[in-house]
């Protein structure tokens, strides 16, 4: 397979249109073009511009086109000050393309004479040649040099001294060793790969056929504070919950912070360890994760797929969408009022409520869920993570990354659901917190749901 290397000029020219591309490079365009008409790019309004703007940039050699900046006013519409530190939304789109390409060629592009890539560490795009197989006809076979083909004159008769060495039986042993070493050579390759695949119940909603959505809480909500009422999540997709927030007397400065915390993408360090703890736990498939905050998550991209959400509704309102299908529902009585867990339907020797009673960063004892249920169109799974804190969300994602702790939940689920493993469930975690860190971690609670 060789790799086509486009020619890079230092510059700042727009990309020049695609007739003026070298005759490859057309060629190339075209692949880019049917990719972009295929029916998994149709799906995206973003991605087939994004590729094409790529494609452009990299066959003309437009290395100042290629830049996060330059991509992010091109495709996406930003302004001149956007900075990338903030806003990561070109970041996630390149790493769905990254995956989309991938597909592409495994599935209807598997025939294409040449692939495209986007290597790590960059927004050029790479183009492979694909070699295509060829058969022998026969008038080429007689061509091959003679200790490749027999000559028409010689019959099998003429070439049967040159076996009578052998025993009749070698064949067979051959065969049969090399089955064996066939075979312990899968067999330790299965199990390599086995170990590195993810545990349950995170291989439930990572898998390698699709992507997985990781939505991280929105640390920006806390604006919602400003307010005397909680919202909802029709009105936080619409940012208006930030209407009438603002105080007639708030200073230039204040005003400031009001707008960039409105418009920027922040989350918390206990979301930024939950992403490392999930990619981790992914393990091979790891590049199946799409990380996206919050805030730029639309309605429809929740209908379809696998998806993980951090943080309970206070921070992550999407959350809301699944809360008429559970039992633990975290609850806020009032934006500054106590935090509780509501159990709906308490099982012996479970309590109606559990609460805390202290706010983030101090020490206490916490309480989180962690809830697998269907997606909202049933094709697909979520993976809820939320804790009444920062500290439980923490707890509840160290005890996912924990074997031993993943052991205790399957077998509490078992007990209680006949001996069998139930698809869906949910489980309430309690941990204690000192300074704002879990010293203890334990499932107290496991609640098996019907899909």
């Keep these: 397979m060789a790799t086509v290397p486009p020619p890079i000029r230092d510059n700042n020219d727009v990309p020049a249109s695609t007739s003026s591309v070298p005759v490859q490079g057309s060629e190339y365009m075209l692949l880019v073009e049917r990719i972009a008409h295929s029916e998994a790019f149709q799906k995206s309004l973003r991605l087939p511009a994004l590729l094409r703007y790529l494609a452009a940039c990299t066959l003309q050699g437009d290395r100042a086109g290629l830049t996060e900046q330059a991509i992010g006013r091109a495709v996406f519409d930003k302004t001149e000050d956007f900075n990338p530190t903030e806003d990561s939304s070109v970041r996630v789109y390149v790493r769905q393309l990254r995956l989309r390409l991938y597909e592409y060629f495994q599935s209807v592009g598997v025939n294409e004479s ?62 049969a060793v090399l089955a064996v070493v066939a075979i312990a050579g899968w067999v330790r390759s299965y199990r390599s790969a086995s170990a590195s695949l993810p545990p349950w119940p995170l291989n439930q909603v990572v898998e390698s056929q699709r992507p997985t959505t990781v939505v991280l809480a929105d640390a920006s909500y806390v604006l919602r504070l400003l307010g005397d009422r909680q919202f909802t999540l029709d009105e936080y997709v619409d940012h208006k919950y930030t209407r009438g927030l603002i105080p007639e007397d708030a200073t230039r400065g204040e005003m400031t912070l009001f707008h960039y915390l409105q418009d920027a993408q922040i989350t918390s360090m206990a979301d930024a360890r939950a992403a490392s703890s999930f990619t981790s736990l992914a393990g091979t498939l790891h590049d199946k994760l799409v990380f996206r905050s919050a805030k730029e998550v639309k309605g429809d991209t929740m209908l379809t797929g696998n998806f993980i959400l951090v943080g309970a509704k206070n921070s992550n309102p999407w959350v809301e969408l699944y809360e008429p299908r559970m039992n633990f529902r975290l609850v806020e009585s009032g934006i500054h009022g106590t935090r509780y867990i509501d159990n709906r339907n308490p099982r012996p020797g479970e309590q109606p409520f559990y609460a805390v009673h202290e706010s983030t960063g101090y020490s206490g004892d916490d309480y989180a869920t962690i ?14 993570v939320q804790g009444l804190r920062r500290e439980g969300t923490e707890a509840a994602v160290e005890f996912l990354s924990s074997a031993s702790r993943r052991d205790q939940l399957e077998v509490k689920l078992r007990a209680v659901n006949g001996g069998g493993l139930p698809k869906y469930f949910e489980a309430l975690i309690q941990s204690h917190a000192v300074a704002g860190s879990a010293t203890s971690i334990d499932c107290i609670a496991v609640h098996p749901l019907q899909p």
Aim: proline residues 13%; without cysteine.
């Design 114 to 175: 040449a692939l495209i890539e986007i290597p790590k560490g960059g927004y050029a795009l790479a183009f492979h040649s694909r070699p295509v197989p060829s058969s022998v006809s026969p008038e080429t076979e007689a061509e091959l040099p003679g200790a490749m083909a027999l000559p028409a004159t010689q019959t099998a008769s003429d070439s049967a001294p040159a076996k009578r060495g052998l025993p009749t039986w070698f064949p067979w042993a051959l065969v």
């Design 371 to 384: 809830s697998l249920l269907p997606s909202l169109n049933d094709q697909g799974a979520t993976l809820l």
